[in-house]
């Protein structure tokens, strides 16, 4: 028998259960083996964002969530939406198409976005249950168009979509654009050194004096996760995330409470790396662990130290992952300067879809421009990776 499918809409991830949400976010078995669990898309993390005022009233970000139910199984798919007002904390940049939209004489905001709020990180986006019956997919597409509409949204975004996500959108008629990050690819190495001996003898002397000129003879450097982290260290490192949000983007997206609220919902999956003089905390930075990848998120300093950035967010990142068994670290947005400290350069996804035809088939030129331009750029990186290569070896 053919399922038959309904949509809601909800505005508070309170209104649906966790389990059931989590069901579809992080399905069992995980549906691409390539992300078997990622702390964005649960419900976890997104309520926290909810709950500690992050989201919601004031901030730009409204939440729309949609449902997709089955009359015999339930909750089947479902999405993370909002509604924005501004293109601020999405790490996709598109402030130029509004520029163009609303010179066309359209109004470009409010737009429907969906995403994991302030987080650059792929992962799933249409959240499917395992045993999610056929059409399941295509029902909550239909339902993120019917929402755009009754909202009266220009546009809708799906921002770092994974690429069977992606393919799924484009097949629906969504336009792809690729974007670029860097990502550390643990290729079973047994410790930091065996890491350093693949690369060539100048870069890795150069980790080494950057590792030892960051710590000096002042500085500790702690890891902590679980139990472990005590309200002290996050009353230390949100000082340190103020301080950079103040002064990298004006306005810094998550409060206090959010930190709390993770602290208590999810405390297994962080890993704090903070720097210590004496008694007291002086630079830090938050990682979210997936089974398979650490997530390097925000970092902030109340000290000047040359390097201690590539220390505290880079270098023990690599460290707990090869301790640790994990396949990747991925540190964020942005950074060519990830490159010459092991990172390998990747693409990214987003899928887009305005309601203006002519919008969108001009989008769609430009994203093919603009890709060709992203491979090359990334060829070019490629090359200048500094791994060890055959000639270097045999000499």
């Not at 969906?114 to 399941?136: C, K, N, S, Y």
């Not at 000096?216 to 301080?243: K, V």
Request: proline share 5%; glycine share 8%; net charge negative.
């Amino acid at each position: 028998m053919a399922s038959t499918f309904s949509a809601r809409i909800i505005q508070s991830l309170d209104s649906v259960d966790a389990a059931q949400w989590d069901a579809c976010a992080n399905p069992q078995p995980a549906q691409d083996a390539a992300e078997r669990f990622n702390p964005f898309v649960s419900h976890a993390f997104l309520s926290a964002l909810e709950r500690s005022g992050s989201v919601g009233r004031g901030t730009g970000w409204a939440p729309f969530h949609v449902l997709v139910e089955d009359a015999n199984a339930g909750l089947v798919a479902c999405a993370p939406a909002y509604l924005k007002s501004h293109s601020l904390g999405e790490y996709v940049f598109d402030q130029n198409w509004a520029q163009a939209y609303e010179r066309a004489g359209g109004r470009y905001y409010p737009k429907l976005q969906i995403a994991a709020p302030f987080t650059p990180v792929t992962g799933r986006r249409l959240l499917l249950r395992a045993d999610a019956p056929d059409g399941a997919q295509a029902a909550l597409i239909g339902a993120l168009r019917g929402l755009r509409e009754a909202a009266d949204a220009s546009s809708i975004h799906v921002t770092f979509p994974t690429p069977t996500d992606a393919r799924a959108l484009e097949a629906a008629g969504f336009t792809l654009r690729a974007g670029q990050q860097f990502h550390f690819e643990n290729d079973g190495y047994r410790d930091f050194d065996d890491f350093l001996d693949a690369l060539a003898a100048r870069k890795r002397k150069a980790i080494r004096r950057e590792r030892r000129d960051a710590v000096g003879p002042d500085l500790t450097i702690e890891t902590l996760t679980g139990a472990d982290i005590a309200p002290a260290h996050w009353d230390a490192f949100f000082a340190f995330y103020m301080d950079t949000g103040a002064r990298k983007w004006g306005r810094p997206y998550l409060t206090r409470a959010f930190f709390d609220l993770i602290g208590a919902t999810m405390p297994a999956r962080i890993l704090l790396v903070l720097a210590r003089r004496g008694d007291d905390y002086v630079a830090g930075a938050i990682n979210f662990l997936g089974d398979d990848a650490i997530y390097g998120r925000n970092w902030g300093a109340l000290i000047e130290r040359p390097f201690l950035h590539f220390e505290v967010c880079y270098y023990q990142a690599i460290d707990y992952a090869i301790r640790h068994g994990y396949r990747r670290v991925e540190a964020g947005a942005q950074g060519e300067h990830k490159l010459a400290r092991g990172y390998r350069p990747v693409l990214t996804w987003s899928a887009h879809e305005f309601a203006d035809a002519g919008f969108h088939a001009a989008i769609a030129d430009y994203c093919r421009r603009e890709r060709a331009a992203m491979d090359a750029v990334i060829a070019e990186q490629q090359d200048a990776l500094p791994f060890r290569n055959s000639h270097e070896e045999m000499m």
